[in-house]
């Protein structure tokens, strides 16, 4: 059983096109993350959520928008896609906020 | 402000060969510190934690010792095999904004491990 989960796995749109990675864990976990990882392996934090409520918000475009509908759910929207935004993004999961985290198998997405 | 530094890859070393990847960090505070594991093609995989001062971390046959004297917490085992060849993070847990801790990571380090 899988402790955290996101679909797709791969990606591949094009530009300007609106994008959703679904994300869920069964750990009980009451925090939740997306990370980017660029081409040379850099993780990113981008948001985190606690118990639903958005507590990190990086810097990050305003294309990008989160969505927690319960604690095992965290959802990443993307608007517009842009060339940029091809990078595997990774779900996580953890007890509490800075805990040690629980990656999912990560959304290889490509823009073109 | 709070950050981790990792030795740059990548590495590449013979089988049963030493390994050492060097992490130093800077923090206002204590944090608790980790080294996650990539393989390719998956998500990260925690390998060891230390949570406090001279707390040594060990899995799989590798170490790390919390080293608050140098702000270290190097990652080191005796004798490679060609399944270690991963990409190895370094990271911390630090206070970000509005007191919510956050994980961060260090830039990662490729190892290859030749047979």
């Known amino acids: 059983d899988t402790a955290v989960s996101q679909t797709p796995k791969y990606l591949v749109t094009q530009m300007g096109n609106d994008k959703s990675i679904k994300c869920e864990q069964n750990?009980?976990?009451?925090?939740m993350y997306w990370y980017k990882q660029d081409s040379k392996k850099f993780l990113k934090i981008m948001f985190s959520?606690?118990?639903?409520?958005?507590?990190i918000n990086e810097t990050v475009p305003n294309r990008f928008s989160p969505k927690s509908p319960d604690k095992a759910h965290l959802n990443l929207h993307i608007n517009s896609l842009e060339l940029g935004d091809s990078a595997v993004y990774f779900c996580a999961s953890s007890q509490s906020a800075g805990a040690e985290a629980f990656f999912g198998q990560g959304t290889r997405l490509t823009v073109v | 402000g709070d950050s981790v530094t990792q030795m740059e890859g990548p590495v590449t070393l013979s089988e049963e060969a030493f390994l050492t990847i060097n992490c130093t960090y800077t923090?206002?505070?204590?944090?608790?510190l980790f080294w996650y594991v990539q393989y390719p093609g998956e998500g990260l995989q925690l390998l060891l934690k230390a949570t406090k001062a001279d707390d040594k971390g060990s899995n799989k046959g590798f170490e790390a010792t919390y080293r608050k004297e140098t702000t270290s917490f190097h990652l080191e085992k005796g004798s490679v095999q060609v399944s270690d060849s991963a990409v190895y993070f370094c990271a911390l847990n630090l206070i970000s904004s509005g007191s919510a801790r956050q994980l961060t990571f260090g830039s990662g380090t490729q190892l290859t491990v030749l047979p």
């Open positions: 959520y606690n118990n639903k409520e958005l507590i």
């Open positions: 923090a206002t505070g204590y944090p608790s």
């Open positions: 750990l009980g976990h009451d925090t």
